[in-house]
Each structure stands twice: as structure tokens, then as C-alpha cells.
């Protein structure tokens, strides 16, 4: 017996344009165009595109606080996907009885872990009472614990064996599917592309650059990206936005490099900059596998990375790139000092496009689309 026609539920609280998570899943739509599949987002709020395949269902209880707003839509999301009667429910949040669970955020006990090694000690034991903290945690159990969690999706052998290790999952329950990045929409520049794109920066034609991409600076490392442009003569573009910005402009003024440092804000097109810069520094204190990654060396950027980062696994040492601790200020240093300008030396970034090229839409949806079906033929056996 074969299903014609299936019902897919994605779930996922909300969009945002900056997301690394919400730019997964829409190019995951993107990529699932399959006449037997029809799709559907379970959504607080959705400010994407849409194409006229795809259903958005907007759940959005309220919710005053941080956490009211998360439970409320998982226990909304829940009820409306049981009444809809979705063939599979893939969900990107922690929600008890999914059938899929893609861990596109990680796991929140190893994020913890991470954290703790760069707040005081007063904020380590607020952070064991903190009920947000605690919910989410508990959220993270009982989904991991559910009988009828079918897949885990991972994104990192990293992030499998995280999930492993804290809640003892059996192997057999995950699928490691890594992003997918379209290598057209994100090309190397051509003649001219680079010289203009730093112009706009007022950024030397000579001057080796370094990109920092990501929103929340302090998880994605900028405070050591800065310490390791600093005692060099490197360039530093900072893309993404933090309500503490203004402390990572002091920190420059007090290296005496900000005349080095391009704050840029938000960017709905990274392209340009990625085209200005010649390598990506991302010292991220724990990620699973930002798109930046992808994004960066499909440009033909080399990427200097952390050990809990799941783009690391795409980084062999001096080739695509460097892999060190995330508050190993010294290697950092060392490695932006190391890299080379794509003018002069382009092997790195030759090397760092071409570990990317197979990671495509087509074959993201043709394993999307196998694990899907396989899970329907297991449900009606």
C-alpha cells in the first residue's frame, strides 16, 4: 500500500527574517515541491513568503511572558495538529507527541553547559531556578522520553550525539540531514562585485577582512571575534544585531581597533558583504550548524570556527578553514592573522566552496522526502 497524497504539519512558533531556523524552513518548502506532499506551517506568527502550496495555520494564544508565549503556542499547536489529523508532524519546537523532531536549535542542556562557562557564578544558580530554563528543559525530556517520537532530525553528528549522551536515544532514532545551500544564490563575486562592496564600507582594496554574521553576540562570539582582529591589521564587517551593541563598540574603542570594526545591523541580503570579506569568523560558544556557514563558503570564504559549532565538521584544519575553542583567544588571534586575502590566495575559499557543492535543495528534498516516506510505510504496516 502506497499513500498518493500526505499531509506534512511543520511546526514552528515563529518567523523571523534573521533566522538561521526560519531560513531552513523555507527553504525546506522550497525544496519539497513533490506532488504527493501537501504542505503546511503551524505558526504563531509568519511574516515569509509563501507560495500557493503551502497552508499557514496561525496559532498565537498570547502570552505575556516569554514563557506563557512558548507554552501556550505548544499547547495550542498540539491540540490544532490532533484535530487537523496530519499524516506527519514535524516540529522544530519541543512539543510532546510529534512525529518528528528536527533539533535545528540544538540541545538546550549542552547550550547550558556552554553558558555557564562565561556568566558568574550568581547567574549559574539563577539559571537552575529560572522557570524558563526549567520548562524548556522539561519540555526537552518528556519529547525526547515520547513513544511516539518517531525521527530525530539532526543537522550535526554533533548535536546526535549531545541528545545521545543527555537522554540516552538509541542511534536508530535519528536521521543526520545537514542544510541544504543553493550555491547559485550565494556565488563568489565577480569583477568588480568585491571593489564595490567595500567602497560602501570604506574598506581598503588591500585590506584582509574578516565577517561576522549572527544576532545574539554573546552566544555567536563577537567579543572574541573583536579580541582576535584586534592586535592585527584585519578588517572586521559585523552583520546582526544585540541589545548590547553599544558594549562590543566600547570593547573596540579599548583595542583601539573600531576604526576596523563595521557595524552593519541586520542585513536581508548578506550577499554584498560576504562578497567584501575574505574569510568568516564565527566563535560561536555553542551552535548546531548556523546557515552562515553554508552561506559563507558557498562564497568561496574559508571560515574560522569553534569546536561546538556543528559547521566544524565541514572544517578540515588549514584547509576550509580553523577549528579552536570558542574563548581560545590566542588561536583565534592567530588564525585571523593566518588568513589570506582571496586576491592574492584563493585556495582556501576554493577549497571551502567546493566542500559545500553537493549539499543542495535536490538533495535535501530527496532525504526529507525518503525519510517521510519510509515513516508512512512503517505507520501502516
Given at each position: 500500500?502506497?499513500?498518493?497524497?500526505?499531509?506534512?504539519?511543520?511546526?514552528?512558533?515563529?518567523?523571523?527574517?534573521?533566522?538561521?531556523?526560519?531560513?531552513?524552513?523555507?527553504r525546506t518548502l522550497e525544496a519539497l515541491h513533490d506532488s504527493r506532499l501537501e504542505l503546511n506551517i503551524i505558526t504563531r506568527q509568519w511574516s515569509g513568503e509563501t507560495?500557493?502550496?503551502?497552508?499557514v495555520h496561525i496559532c498565537n494564544p498570547g502570552g505575556r511572558s516569554r514563557i506563557a508565549r512558548l507554552q501556550g503556542f505548544n499547547i495550542a499547536a498540539r491540540k490544532y495538529w490532533k484535530?487537523?489529523?496530519?499524516?506527519?508532524?514535524?516540529?522544530?519546537?519541543?512539543?510532546?507527541?510529534c512525529d518528528i523532531f528536527r533539533a535545528g536549535d540544538g540541545v538546550h542542556r549542552a547550550w547550558l553547559e556552554q553558558r555557564a562557562r562565561i556568566i558568574p557564578s550568581y547567574q549559574r544558580y539563577l539559571t537552575k531556578i529560572n522557570r524558563y530554563h526549567r520548562y524548556v528543559l522539561a519540555a526537552e525530556k518528556e519529547m525526547f522520553h515520547s513513544s511516539k517520537l518517531k525521527k530525530i532530525i539532526c543537522n550535526s553528528a554533533m548535536v546526535q550525539s549531545q541528545i545521545m549522551c543527555h537522554y540516552g536515544v538509541t542511534k536508530d532514532k535519528f536521521?543526520?540531514?545537514?542544510?541544504?545551500?543553493?550555491?547559485?544564490h550565494f556565488p563568489p563575486p565577480v569583477?568588480?562585485?568585491?571593489?564595490?562592496?567595500?567602497?560602501?564600507?570604506?574598506?581598503?582594496?588591500?585590506?584582509?577582512?574578516?565577517?561576522?554574521?549572527g544576532s545574539g553576540f554573546a552566544r555567536k562570539g563577537l567579543r572574541?571575534?573583536?579580541?582576535?582582529?584586534?592586535?592585527?591589521?584585519?578588517?572586521?564587517?559585523?552583520v546582526g544585531k544585540d541589545k548590547q551593541q553599544s558594549r562590543y563598540e566600547a570593547l573596540t574603542k579599548t583595542?583601539?581597533?573600531?576604526?576596523?570594526?563595521?557595524?552593519?545591523?541586520?542585513?536581508?541580503?548578506?550577499?554584498p558583504f560576504y562578497h567584501a570579506a575574505d574569510a568568516l569568523i564565527l566563535p560561536t560558544l555553542y551552535d548546531p550548524f548556523p546557515n552562515v556557514i553554508l552561506e559563507s563558503m558557498s562564497c568561496g570564504l574559508p571560515v574560522i570556527t569553534s569546536q561546538t559549532c556543528g559547521g566544524a565538521?565541514?572544517?578540515?584544519?588549514?584547509?576550509?578553514?580553523?577549528?579552536?575553542d570558542a574563548l581560545d583567544i590566542g588561536s583565534l588571534q592567530a588564525f585571523a592573522a593566518e588568513i589570506p586575502c582571496r586576491d592574492r590566495d584563493p585556495t582556501m575559499g576554493t577549497a571551502a566552496r567546493q566542500r559545500v557543492s553537493t549539499y543542495t535543495p535536490e538533495n535535501l528534498s530527496h532525504q526529507l522526502i525518503g525519510l517521510y516516506q519510509q515513516l508512512l510505510s512503517c505507520s501502516i504496516r
Open positions: 500500500m502506497r499513500y498518493d497524497k500526505y499531509r506534512l504539519a511543520i511546526v514552528r512558533q515563529r518567523y523571523r527574517v534573521d533566522g538561521g531556523a526560519e531560513r531552513f524552513i523555507s507560495q500557493s502550496d503551502w497552508c484535530k487537523q489529523n496530519f499524516d506527519l508532524v514535524q516540529s522544530h519546537e519541543r512539543i510532546v507527541d536521521a543526520l540531514i545537514y542544510n541544504a545551500i543553493d550555491s547559485r569583477e568588480g562585485q568585491r571593489r564595490v562592496a567595500r567602497e560602501i564600507l570604506s574598506i581598503p582594496e588591500q585590506a584582509c577582512t574578516l565577517i561576522f554574521v572574541q571575534a573583536i579580541f582576535a582582529v584586534a592586535p592585527t591589521n584585519r578588517y572586521l564587517i559585523v583595542l583601539d581597533c573600531q576604526d576596523r570594526v563595521r557595524f552593519i545591523g541586520v542585513q536581508e541580503n548578506v550577499l565538521e565541514f572544517i578540515n584544519q588549514g584547509r576550509e578553514g580553523f577549528v579552536c
